[in-house]
């Protein structure tokens, strides 16, 4: 879980272009939108494309999304469950 | 006859200079390998810090050009903002093609694609600005500052009110735009230092270029750089109907050709492409001073930018940097600028700026 969380992070990193940004400062709990990364409407859809090329995961629920979405630690519990590749 | 307008203030970002520097042309800087890429200014203050992080170079060039032009100007909200581009984002552009090809047509990152498109810039700088005003970005090619500029016109002639443009311009290389049209022979070869491109109109090409230039264009004549007096496009014309329209435009405005203090000429070092210039540089009197810019700036489609830039700098400045004169002449200060510009073989546009002084 640990690696998947930090390879997840090194990758959000790199598509959204967090310039200047290492893993180790995101922290697995704080929000991704908002207050915490400071990420918006346009980085969410980033992120569903990482998830599907990376991970095989496609969300059709926007609900479902944005929990999935909140932070890195329910990314990475979902990616888990859900990965297909 | 449309009536005049104002400048009162303009921006740039260009291969020499760009909106933090100071004074005008003062280093000089020349490239070997035909492609003169911009001087990039500080971005921060000027753009959104949370969006600035997605933007391609294009973009930060627009929006800090159009944002310093109205810091410049001390306007927060112009009333309208009017753009020309030949390319827009060729780099957010390319990336989204190879993106396609790569993941076969699926799974498309949305940014680039976003970005890719012609009007967003301007959408930016709407957001940016607050402006809910009239916003248009025009996209013809070797004409499209020059319509964005004839638009401002019109548009600031059906007021009598003092309502701020903004009116812009910008476009970029890419080493796949360069090497596409290398195909063509758009390009030198060999490549000359660009500082040298005039020395040799004698063969075929010209070198790459990018740029962007913003200007708060306005009715009010107090404080204003210049007038900005016609703007003229002609296309599919021979090089009599262009000296033709130069005489009658000038004719318009109560001139002649030997009113003219300085020729601005946007020869490109082509030697297919001098008839233009060559035919007026010998119609030119010998009070005119007659200046080039495209070995500043490279061939792009917007190029005229630049020059309405380095214009409005003259009139300014009240002097002409030894690097863009051609031939010197006798007139006794900037009065009269007419700028002559052409993209590819037969289009040509020609503006008509004047000292307010």
Not at chain 2, 13 to 37: A, C, N, R, V, Y
Not at chain 2, 112 to 123: A, D, E, H, M
Request: glycine letters at 6%; proline letters at 2%; a negative charge.
């Amino acid at each position: 879980m640990e690696e998947l969380k930090n390879t997840l992070k090194q990758q959000i990193i790199e598509s959204l272009n967090l310039e200047g940004m290492k893993p180790s400062d995101i922290d697995d709990n704080a929000p991704l939108f908002g207050e915490g990364l400071g990420l918006d409407s346009i980085d969410s859809l980033e992120l569903m494309v990482l998830l599907e090329r990376n991970y095989g995961i496609k969300i059709e629920d926007a609900r479902e999304g944005r929990k999935v979405l909140e932070s890195v630690q329910s990314m990475a519990e979902y990616i888990q469950q859900h990965r297909t590749i | 006859m449309m009536k005049p307008v104002y400048i009162s203030s303009a921006s740039v970002i260009s291969p020499q200079q760009h909106f933090e520097d100071k004074g005008l042309l003062q280093d000089i800087i020349s490239t070997d390998d035909g492609m003169m890429w911009v001087r990039e200014p500080n971005y921060k203050g000027y753009i959104n810090p949370v969006a600035i992080r997605r933007m391609s170079k294009l973009l930060k060039m627009g929006i800090s050009c159009g944002m310093n032009a109205l810091q410049k100007a001390g306007i927060e909200k112009p009333q309208a903002i009017i753009t020309g581009t030949g390319r827009g984002s060729m780099v957010d552009t390319e990336q989204f093609l190879v993106s396609m090809i790569e993941n076969e047509e699926e799974v498309l990152t949305p940014t680039s694609f976003i970005q890719s498109t012609y009007n967003s810039i301007n959408g930016w700088l709407a957001l940016q600005t607050k402006c809910s005003g009239y916003n248009q970005t025009y996209v013809n090619r070797g004409a499209s500052f020059e319509l964005a500029l004839f638009d401002a016109q019109m548009l600031l002639n059906e007021t009598n009110e003092n309502i701020h443009v903004l009116v812009g311009c910008f476009d970029e290389i890419t080493h796949d735009y360069v090497r596409v049209k290398s195909k063509i022979g758009y390009w030198k070869k060999p490549l000359p230092a660009s500082k040298d491109l005039h020395k040799h109109s004698d063969t075929h090409g010209t070198i790459a270029g990018e740029g962007s230039a913003f200007f708060t264009v306005t009715n009010k004549r107090e404080q204003a750089l210049c007038s900005l007096d016609a703007v003229k496009m002609l296309q599919d014309t021979d090089t009599g109907d262009v000296i033709d329209n130069i005489n009658n435009l000038l004719a318009e405005h109560n001139l002649n050709l030997s009113d003219i203090d300085v020729l601005l000429c946007g020869m490109n070092g082509d030697s297919r492409q001098m008839e233009v210039y060559n035919q007026l540089s010998a119609l030119a009197s010998e009070n005119t001073t007659i200046a080039n810019f495209k070995h500043l700036c490279g061939e792009y489609d917007t190029s005229s930018g630049f020059a309405t830039w380095l214009a409005a700098e003259l009139f300014k400045a009240k002097e002409i940097p030894e690097t863009l004169i051609a031939r010197k002449g006798n007139h006794t200060g900037i009065k009269n600028i007419l700028l002559v510009n052409h993209y590819i073989l037969n289009s040509h546009s020609i503006m008509l700026l004047q000292s307010v002084q």
